[in-house]
């Protein structure tokens, strides 16, 4: 968030010579937008590859399809002369004569381009258990859903950037609000708040599910009754757990309005996702997967359509780094355009390896039975998944006060407007206002986090208003700045014509994500109750 980026400006900036800001290097930007981006979200991913329908739905929404890969693409059209079964796919492995050196085919594997390099680096395996691999692939049993590529996200972060240098502003809401107006800058406000509110919310469920394995795990390590059944007492129900977690430690850590320490522990969230990462890696590399179901459930119709879009959101939702973009680019040395195009493309990139291999190795663990958050499918005593849970825990313990610092900050000015009209705002009154605001924030996301079923439900929702963030903002954004006088004089009408089509795209890209991810979202919260 905006926040966490700025403080991570000021620790890893380096002193500037012509003015009194941190100045930022390229390196150091990118590290930022992939500490604002990764986070929460990644815990999500392997859920969103077995709702998508398989690896190469999920993929296909992710960004644009790899078989624009030379070297895919020719592997696929050697597959595609493979004759079928009667049963639709042909269980036997075979060489193809003519690229006998380089490719190993298995007939069906079309569906799946991360089988088809596995079999071209391992035909041994592909030879000796040829049913074991087909079965290990998700067939391609739903039509190709229309591309939400890395172009849409990428653009929106020059759109910003461009957005920031044109305005002179230094913050996202004051971009939106002096190029698109006042209306729509009050619009970004309340979205903003509404956006941390349920990322605190979906914090709070992530430590909540953390805190009934780890304290499961306790109960079996001080009993040694490894295997049995744990008790269901009040004292050890997670929920009130949470509860005691958010009186000790998180309120203490919310009502002051500096942050202190916890901008040196906001990286926790960072190293989090990657050890993550690299454990579901090394976990599929160890774990036999014979039992493993990958079929989707629904695989044609309106339902394998609606499941596929249902991953919209958790993508949003796990590259969303847009509200921080504006004040790493302000921070930046060198405020070229193509240079923070160069920024973004990198910063997503790794982003999309990163929430890429958790998804497809965390679907390949555990199929059609993964969890929402991908941590309560792994059983509660392994030591290497209790760092992760620990890891997670500290992290959204120590972000969480941010969040709840600039959702509060926001609030609260609204209520000393209001107060100014009416007589003097007193240091006491400013101080009362703010512990009210921190307890009932608190209060609220608490009793939300105890009653939803599960992070997906959140995520559904925290997804489609990241739409506002990503693709409606930056779009009205490039909209009003085509409009503007200065960049009339500069830029061509046929290339500001081109720009505000793009732009009139993205909006309309972003209300379609936005209404369809919170539609089913009430509708599947509706259905579990």
Not at 292 to 321: D, E, K, L, R
Not at 361 to 372: D, E, I, P, S
Not at 377 to 404: E, H, K, M, Q
Not at 456 to 480: N, T, Y
Request: with cysteine; hydrophobic share 50%.
């Amino acid at each position: 968030m905006e926040e966490l980026a700025r403080e991570s400006i000021s620790l890893m900036a380096k002193p500037a010579l012509d003015t009194d800001g941190p100045k930022l290097s390229s390196s150091g930007a990118v590290f930022i937008m992939l500490k604002s981006a990764l986070g929460a979200g990644l815990l999500n991913f392997p859920w969103a590859f077995e709702r998508a329908g398989g690896i190469s739905t999920a993929i296909a929404v992710e960004m644009e399809e790899l078989l624009q890969v030379p070297e895919l693409r020719l592997a696929m059209n050697l597959s595609q002369s493979v004759p079928r079964g009667a049963g639709g796919r042909d269980s036997e492995a075979f060489v193809v004569e003519e690229e006998q050196e380089k490719y190993i085919e298995v007939s069906g594997c079309w569906g799946s381009n991360s089988m088809c390099l596995a079999a071209r680096h391992n035909p041994r395996r592909i030879l000796a258990r040829p049913h074991k691999i087909l079965a290990e692939v998700p067939l391609p049993s739903r039509p190709t859903p229309p591309q939400v590529s890395l172009v849409f996200l990428i653009s929106g972060l020059v759109i910003l950037g461009y957005s920031s240098s044109i305005s002179g502003q230094s913050t996202y809401q004051d971009v939106v609000r002096a190029l698109c107006g006042l209306a729509v800058g009050k619009l970004c406000e309340i979205c903003f708040v509404f956006n941390l509110f349920m990322i605190s919310v979906a914090f709070l469920v992530v430590v909540q599910d953390q805190l009934e394995k780890l304290c499961d795990s306790l109960y079996l390590t001080v009993m040694a009754t490894a295997g049995a059944e744990v008790p269901h007492h009040w004292y050890m129900d997670q929920r009130f757990a949470l509860f005691i977690l958010c009186v000790v430690v998180i309120l203490p850590l919310s009502i002051p309005k500096e942050i202190g320490f916890q901008k040196y522990t906001s990286i926790l969230g960072t190293l989090a996702a990657t050890y993550l990462t690299v454990v579901i890696i090394v976990k599929y590399c160890l774990t036999e997967h014979s039992g493993v179901i990958y079929t989707p459930t629904h695989s044609t119709g309106i339902g394998s359509w609606a499941s596929m879009f249902s991953v919209i959101p958790t993508i949003c939702f796990g590259f969303q780094c847009h509200e921080a973009c504006i004040a790493i680019y302000s921070s930046m040395e060198n405020k070229r355009i193509s240079h923070w195009v160069i920024i973004s493309v990198t910063s997503m990139f790794f982003c999309l390896l990163i929430y890429t291999l958790t998804g497809v190795f965390g679907y390949l663990t555990f199929g059609r039975n993964v969890a929402a958050d991908i941590l309560m499918s792994y059983p509660g005593s392994d030591v290497v998944i209790i760092v992760a849970r620990l890891l997670f825990g500290v992290s959204i313990i120590t972000i969480y006060p941010i969040i709840l610092l600039l959702g509060r900050s926001v609030i609260q000015e609204l209520f000393l407007r209001y107060r100014r009209q009416r007589a003097v705002v007193t240091q006491s009154y400013e101080n009362r206002t703010q512990v009210a605001l921190t307890v009932a924030w608190i209060a609220v996301t608490l009793i939300i986090a105890m009653f939803v079923p599960d992070i997906s439900e959140v995520i559904s929702v925290i997804g489609g208003i990241s739409a506002f963030f990503i693709f409606i903002f930056p779009g009205l954004c490039l909209i009003f700045a085509m409009q503007s006088a200065s960049v009339s004089e500069t830029v061509s009408p046929r290339t500001r014509l081109a720009l505000s089509a793009w732009g009139v795209l993205s909006v309309l890209c972003g209300a379609f994500i936005f209404g369809q991810s919170t539609t089913i979202a009430i509708m599947e919260l509706f259905n579990k109750f």
